[in-house]
């Protein structure tokens, strides 16, 4: 089993950086491929940024590419999403997630894939 605590949230101002971080318990985090989604107010959750657990394959969403970064440490047992130029419609909940049973190279595009999650962490952009 794997329990995620997503950090790093908080209040910014358009154009602004953050990175969230996510830390997970348990020896085989290596092998999970790790998710970012996000759920905006009144919508439903999307994936945003997504990375196989070898770190050899890596998905961003249209709405957040060449913004956002997703990355991987497994030493650390963490994945992050570093976020540049963020803008006031980035405001959401912000989720990682874990699935396991992929290949080294395998990503999960799908909320089904995805077996644990962590409890979300907000992310407010100002105008």
């Known amino acids: 089993q794997v329990q995620l605590k997503e950090s790093g949230g908080g209040l910014v101002q358009a154009g602004d950086s953050l990175r969230l971080a996510c830390a997970a318990s348990g020896r085989t985090f290596s092998r999970y491929a790790m998710g970012w989604f996000r759920q905006a107010p009144g919508k439903e959750r999307e994936l945003i940024a997504a990375?196989?657990?070898?770190?050899?394959?890596?998905y961003h969403s249209d709405s957040v590419k060449g913004r956002f970064t997703i990355s991987r440490d497994n030493a650390k047992n963490t994945v992050y999403l570093q976020m540049h130029s963020l803008k006031p419609e980035d405001t959401a909940v912000y989720y990682c997630?874990?699935?396991?049973?992929?290949?080294?190279?395998?990503?999960?595009?799908?909320?089904?894939?995805?077996?644990?999650w962590g409890q979300g962490t907000q992310v407010t952009v100002s105008s």
């Open positions: 990375i196989a657990w070898s770190g050899g394959s890596i």
């Open positions: 997630a874990a699935a396991s049973g992929l290949t080294a190279i395998g990503i999960a595009t799908t909320e089904n894939e995805y077996d644990y």
